[in-house]
Nanobody, 124 residues
Framework: QVRVTESGGGLVQAGDSLRLSCAAS????????MGWFRQAPGKEREFVAS????????VYGDAVKGRFSVSRNRATGTSFLQMNALTPEDTALYYC?????????????????WGQGTQVTVSA
């Protein structure tokens, strides 16, 4: 079992930046893709970003492209989501997930292990 823990959420103002962190507990995570999703109240879960096992390939959701950046540290099994130019529409519970294989994209079914989420709230 892989334990996934997100951190770094909080309350910020529009235009601010925030950096989320994700720690995965097992060696498996170092060879698998990692991804970020978010869910706002009353809305479906939305793909944010994913990064391949070695960090060589990244994919972003249309809503965050150009503002968010995903990275990872394979040695420590961690992933980071740098969020810039935040808007109130970015307010959501942000989840980190470990993929079932080395590459994973937008489909949540491609991810096997999920964290509990970290709340990001952006005020106008």
């Amino acid at each position: 079992q892989v334990r996934v823990t997100e951190s770094g959420g909080g309350l910020v103002q529009a235009g601010d930046s925030l950096r989320l962190s994700c720690a995965a507990s097992a060696r498996t995570s170092t060879n698998n893709a990692m991804g970020w999703f978010r869910q706002a109240p009353g809305k479906e879960r939305e793909f944010v970003a994913s990064i391949s096992w070695n960090g060589g390939s990244t994919v972003y959701g249309d809503a965050v492209k150009g503002r968010f950046s995903v990275s990872r540290n394979r040695a420590t099994g961690t992933s980071f989501l740098q969020m810039n130019a935040l808007t109130p529409e970015d307010t959501a519970l942000y989840y980190c997930a470990v993929g079932r294989s080395s590459y994973a994209g937008r489909d949540s079914a491609a991810y096997a292990y999920w964290g509990q989420g970290t709340q990001v709230t952006v005020s106008a």
